[in-house]
């Protein structure tokens, strides 16, 4: 292990394992998203399988680097400005990830549920998985340009790649938890992913724009709901003892007779 006798790998490789599970968010939320809709005895695996397929995904890509690498070559030009493989990968990617969140916010606000249990259209357990491996080839193509960007140690990349995967998959039953028990937060995520979708599209068409505007878009909108929350659980417990100090309708006939 020549490659870890230098500091320098070691910084690269905490710098590319934060940025892994920073980008892989919207992976999760996605993959969530999608996985609560399937039978509670589905979900977790649902999960696992999609974050699995993503780990696959990306040391095969990492595997391929160079092939990979020769997606930013142009295939063809429009009126004067090139389009690549990876240009159509995102742009894809982006307008699925709009189509698809804005489908689900108007399930969620419609009361609209894809159950077989009220009569709506049964969600499949390989139509779901379809769906993540479909994120899962946009999302580990950007998470590893934005690698090969930070070191050219292929080994590192994966390190990086296996260390960031085995958290998220740890933490994804949690996060899916707390995203389905909280109507807001599955909205606020939503839009996250809108968010995320327009943001690829922009980057196909070669505007860059800087992750951190969208990232502290986002933690200052979950920052928010947080407040919020936190703010309805204080007025709950006020209104449950102001509906107790109410007399019932046997009380008060009780108290007429």
Same mark, same amino acid.
């Given at each position: 292990?020549?490659? +870890? ?9 905490? @710098? !590319? @394992? ?6 892989? &968010? ?10 609560? %809709? ?18 696959? +995904? ?7 680097? /160079? ?11 429009? +009126? ?41 259209? %049964?969600?499949?357990?390989?139509? /779901? ?24 140690? &292929? ?5 990086? &790649? ?21 109507? /807001?937060?599955?909205?606020?995520? !939503? ?32 920052? &928010? ?22 007399? @019932?309708?046997?009380?008060?006939? @009780?108290?007429?007779?």
């Amino acid at each position: 292990m020549e490659i +870890f006798a230098s500091g320098e790998a070691w910084i690269a490789l905490l @710098t !590319l @394992t934060f940025l892994e599970i920073v980008l892989g &968010v919207d992976n999760i939320i996605f993959i969530s998203i999608v996985s609560n %809709k399937l039978p509670i005895d589905q979900q977790a695996k649902a999960r696992n399988l999609g974050l699995i397929l993503a780990l696959i +995904f990306r040391i095969g890509l990492l595997l391929g680097i /160079t092939w990979i690498i020769g997606f930013t070559e142009p295939l063809f030009t429009i +009126f004067g400005f090139e389009i690549s493989g990876r240009d159509l990968i995102l742009i894809a990617g982006g307008v699925f990830l709009l189509a698809k969140s804005t489908t689900e916010i108007h399930h969620k606000i419609e009361g609209e549920e894809h159950t077989e249990a009220n009569g709506g259209r %049964k969600v499949s357990f390989a139509g /779901t998985i379809v769906q993540i491996i479909l994120l899962d080839m946009v999302f580990s193509f950007d998470s590893i340009l934005t690698a090969v960007g930070l070191t050219e140690e &292929v080994l590192i990349m994966i390190i990086a &790649v296996v260390i960031a995967m085995t958290i998220m998959i740890t933490l994804a039953g949690k996060i899916s938890d707390f995203i389905n028990n909280h109507p /807001t937060l599955q909205i606020l995520a !939503l839009s996250f992913l809108i968010l995320i979708g327009f943001m690829l599209i922009v980057e196909g068409l070669h505007f860059h724009v800087p992750k951190g505007y969208i990232y502290f878009a986002v933690g200052f909108s979950l920052l &928010v709901e947080v407040l919020n929350m936190k703010l309805r659980k204080k007025r709950n417990p006020v209104q449950l003892r102001g509906q107790r100090m109410q007399p @019932t309708p046997e009380e008060k006939a @009780t108290v007429e007779q």
